[in-house]
């Protein structure tokens, strides 16, 4: 008897989508960004820091997964970023057909930066490629040192780790070496940049790296 494993099936379609819209966003110029992490890491609160720094030089736009709500794109709108909210009523995971669907009326060519926020959890969007340019895992102080440990394959697919809640650092015992040490057991590649979204610090750095990597994007050749 054949087995047909649906899992493998629903990840390779996936997977197909998401190169061809990631050539669809690299033909436009389109920077992607997406931001994977605990509910709570400070995804939001990140871009609402990244947005006053970037915006006046990107045009940017910005796609807000969660499973139930508005809140966080109205959040973002409140704060003069365009922003629009994918509501996934229970699934647990952006895919590309979501993505697709919430940029139905955007003209890409508009805009240099996209971020992607998904829905709070550190497995089940780390098999799905959005199309992104660029993964983003996101952790934060207050969630302890033994999450790359927990949760490698987060760490493994991303190619960056945003650090938050610096801020937090003299009240909260946390292991930095034992959480970078994991981090780089999973993924020996990934590159640190702590902030705080609350206080400010290393958000100019973290925003500097970013300009560069949307100006080399626009300047390859489709
Ligand atoms: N102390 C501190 N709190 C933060 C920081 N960044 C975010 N928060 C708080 O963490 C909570 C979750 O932030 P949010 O951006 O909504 O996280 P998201 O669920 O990942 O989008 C909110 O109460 C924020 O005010 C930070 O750098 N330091
Ligand atoms: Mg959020």
Known sequence: MTKIDMKANVYNRNQEMADALRSRFTNAKTYVINIV????????????QMAPRL???????????????????????????????????????????????ALTGIELANIDLLIIENIGNLICPVGFDLGEHLRVV???LTEGEDKPMKYPQAYRKAQVCVFNKIDLAEFIPF?????????????ENIDFFDVSCTKGNGIDQWCSYIKDKVRQHKSIQP
């Open 175 to 187: 292991d930095m070496e034992k959480f970078q040490m994991a981090a780089k057991r999973a993924n």
């Open 138 to 140: 996101m952790a934060s």
């Open 37 to 48: 992490s605990s509910p709570g890491s400070g995804k939001t609160s990140l871009i609402e």
């Open 55 to 101: 915006m006046p030089e990107l045009n940017l736009f910005v796609i807000d997964g969660d499973v139930e709500t508005q809140c966080d794109a109205i959040r973002l709108q409140n704060a003069g970023i365009p922003a629009v909210q994918i509501e996934t009523h229970g699934s647990c995971h952006l895919d590309v057909p979501m993505i697709e669907k």
